[in-house]
Nanobody, 120 residues
Framework: ELRLVESGGDWVQPGGSLRLSCAAS????????MTWLRQTPGKGPEWVST????????VYADAVKGRFTISRDNAKNTLDLQMNNLKFEDTGRYYC?????????????WGQGTQVTVSS
């Protein structure tokens, strides 16, 4: 069965960087688009970025364009999110999810998440 385990979340100062990772198992990782989502209390889930199954195409939410980079290693069944120049508003719980942007509506396709807190 699907299992997604996020790691790498931490407290970080504004302008700092973090790299999140997701270890996937229980499904054919190479057959699926993969997505990063985040959720902030009071705002609800927000789509962050998606990468296609081959790792050839990436798309980003306007709020993170130019600062975040999504990548995947199909040989290792891992998905990463490099986050640079972090801002206070990037604070939230970040989730790895199987599928494209529409996975936002299917909580069962998300992992358990990892917390990112940006503060001075």
């Amino acid at each position: 069965e699907l299992r997604l385990v996020e790691s790498g979340g931490d407290w970080v100062q504004p302008g700092g960087s973090l790299r999140l990772s997701c270890a996937a198992s229980g499904f054919d990782f190479t057959d699926y688009h993969m997505t990063w989502l985040r959720q902030t209390p009071g705002k609800g889930p927000e789509w962050v970025s998606t990468i296609d199954s081959r790792g050839e195409k990436t798309v980003y939410a306007d709020a993170v364009k130019g600062r975040f980079t999504i990548s995947r290693d199909n040989a290792k069944n891992t998905l990463d999110l490099q986050m640079n120049n972090l801002k206070f508003e990037d604070t939230g719980r970040y989730y790895c999810a199987r599928g494209g942007r529409n996975t936002l509506a299917v909580r069962s396709y998300w992992g358990q998440g990892t917390q990112v807190t940006v503060s001075s």
